[in-house]
């Protein structure tokens, strides 16, 4: 039989419980102090957010109608009809133009950088793909206007091209770092099988970052249809629908939005209103178009 502990023994015992228990509470306390101390500034930093929404929403959705939607903008101010639709259509042409320029050239210089880039011409790309990101997009419309609308004249090419400019360097960026995330197992197991560098990209590396590369482009998309400041020097603006791509202005959601809120006439002012919640929810969607291509992406790994 064993030996009972005696007084002494389980006095000793019961001191060394509580000493290593006061820690453990201290952790505790600590942990849920810290908590809600991240929960409240995540509130803090929704309040604005949420207030911006809610006003948008607000006054938009008091102009929102078909007509708003189906029909162009008049050609005064004061007119209580009409809509944003050539802004739509507008907005529409030149992200896909610049979508169908930046998105291979991003993806091409990505692979580059992944495969194949060492040295000083890797670096130098990379360099500037983060410069260009934190780039005011002014710049590049002060670029786009004097290299080629000051020969060619405003167009929804111009437009594109500025937008193209802004959207290459975050796909860049965003698809480099989904091509680094793809097992380097995958890729020798396709060497093993005989395939070559070019092939294992084609077939196994690319495949396996889809899901990422698509979340870059959709949220260089989202960050492209809201610009402002590039598409006054390149595309100018115009009220009507305008399908010509060179040498004739075309329009776009923000550029009659912001015609639209520094005009004194209330007409115009809500229909500028119903146009942010436009665009608002176009960009709304892509990004989540974006976070569901994540979360899926991240359930299939």
């Known amino acids: 039989m064993g030996r009972s502990p005696s007084p002494g023994e389980s006095a000793g015992a019961k001191v ?17 102090l810290a908590s809600a101390a991240m929960l409240g500034a995540v509130l803090l930093a929704m ?27 008049p050609f005064s101010f004061r007119r209580a009809e009409g809509g944003f639709l050539n802004g739509l259509i507008g907005t529409g042409i030149m992200v896909g133009l610049a979508t169908l320029v930046s998105v291979p050239l991003g993806i091409l210089a990505a692979i580059y950088l992944q495969e194949y880039g060492r040295g000083l011409l890797a670096n130098l790309i990379r360099f500037f ?8 997009s002014v710049f590049v ?3 786009v206007y004097t290299a080629f609308v000051l020969p060619f004249g405003f167009g929804a090419v111009m ?14 960026r965003t698809t480099e ?13 396709s060497f093993a099988l005989g395939a070559s560098k070019f092939q294992t990209i084609i077939r196994v590396v690319l495949p396996s970052a889809l899901p990422g590369i698509t979340t870059g482009v959709l949220l260089a998309v989202a960050r492209a249809a ?11 603006g115009s009220l009507t629908i305008t399908t010509k791509l060179i040498g004739e202005p075309i329009s776009a959601l923000p550029l009659l939005i912001f015609d639209g809120a520094r005009n004194p006439f209330a007409a115009g002012q809500e229909r500028a209103w119903a146009g942010a919640l436009e665009l608002l929810a176009l960009v709304l969607i892509f990004t989540l178009l974006a976070r569901i291509v994540a979360s899926r992406s991240k359930i299939s790994s």
């Open 141 to 143: 419309g002060l670029f």
């Open 47 to 73: 309040i604005p957010v949420g207030l911006i929404l809610s006003y948008i929403f607000a006054k938009g959705m008091a102009a929102m109608s078909w007509e708003f939607l189906s029909e162009p903008t």
């Open 226 to 236: 809201g610009e402002t400041a590039p598409l006054i020097l390149t595309a100018l």
């Open 159 to 172: 437009g594109a091209a500025a937008l193209a400019i802004i959207m290459l360097p975050i796909v860049v």
């Open 129 to 136: 793909s983060d410069v260009m990101t934190g780039v005011p």
């Open 177 to 189: 770092e989904m091509l680094k995330l793809v097992p380097l197992e995958l890729q020798h197991g």
């Open 16 to 32: 060394s419980d509580i000493n290593s228990a006061r820690p453990a509470g201290r952790r505790l306390w600590t942990n849920r």
